[in-house]
């Protein structure tokens, strides 16, 4: 079974250019997760869903963070304008609802210059 | 903040020794689990204890629970150089399906 796939792997940018990541949860999972990483902290949820809608996004920035999954299986989390303080590693993770064990990516490492 | 909080932030033993990380949390609640996380890449789920559950087993892993403290201890016994990794503990507390992730202990195994 294919595990959760992210695309790109890295990217690295400008500041006030704009970026957008990919996910591809796994098959059948109805849950799917952003979330950042900064460096030598845990993840932090950015936004959740459950199938195509958006049931918890109380932490992303909504003035320059937006995201989106279409048909409830792929999502993509875009940052427009991307800051310097937005380098992290932006995770995507999946479950089968929201209760039990969650699912990663390999994650993307964003570096703002 | 709920944050659960992870016991030591770092921790080297010797190949062959037991590793304890604890997890204290501050309220009630639904479950409690344990990520691994090696250099640069995605998180993968370990063990998952519930509420009503004082202690579980998974291979050479063992997660307990202390009321008292509002805590819960990961045990990896007999440790392995592959072993590794940062650990995190992540929370869901009753009433809120977001799960909250400590910061981590970063365990380093000298072989």
């Known amino acids: 079974e294919a595990g959760v796939v992210q695309s790109p792997r890295y990217k690295i940018i400008e500041k006030k250019q704009p970026v957008a990541f990919w996910c591809n949860p796994i098959?059948?999972?109805?849950?799917l997760y952003w979330y950042r990483q900064n460096l030598g902290q845990g993840p932090e949820l950015l936004i959740r869903?459950?199938?195509?809608?958006?049931?918890?996004d109380s932490q992303l920035p909504k003035d320059r963070f937006s995201a989106e999954r279409l048909k409830g299986v792929d999502s993509t989390l875009k940052i427009q304008p991307a800051e310097l303080g937005d380098s992290a590693v932006y995770l995507c993770a999946s479950s089968l609802d929201a209760v039990w064990e969650q699912y990663f990516g390999p994650g993307t490492r964003l570096t703002v210059t | 903040s709920q944050q659960g909080e992870e016991d030591p932030q770092a921790l080297s033993i010797q190949e062959g020794e037991n590793a304890t990380m604890n997890c204290s949390y501050k309220?009630?609640?639904?479950?409690l689990q344990w990520y691994r996380q090696n250099s640069g890449r995605g998180l993968v789920h370990l063990i998952l204890?519930?509420?009503?559950?004082r202690e579980k087993h998974s291979g050479r892993l063992r997660v307990t629970l202390d009321t008292s403290k509002k805590s819960r201890s990961l045990l990896i016994t007999a440790s392995r150089a592959a072993d590794t990794a940062s650990y995190f503990c992540?929370?869901?507390?009753?009433?809120?399906?977001?799960?909250?992730f400590g910061t981590g202990t970063r365990l380093t195994i000298i072989p």
């Open positions: 204890i519930r509420s009503n559950e």
């Open positions: 098959s059948g999972h109805n849950t």
């Open positions: 869903y459950e199938n195509e809608e958006a049931v918890d």
């Open positions: 992540a929370t869901r507390y009753f009433g809120n399906e977001k799960l909250t």
């Open positions: 309220t009630s609640i639904n479950n």
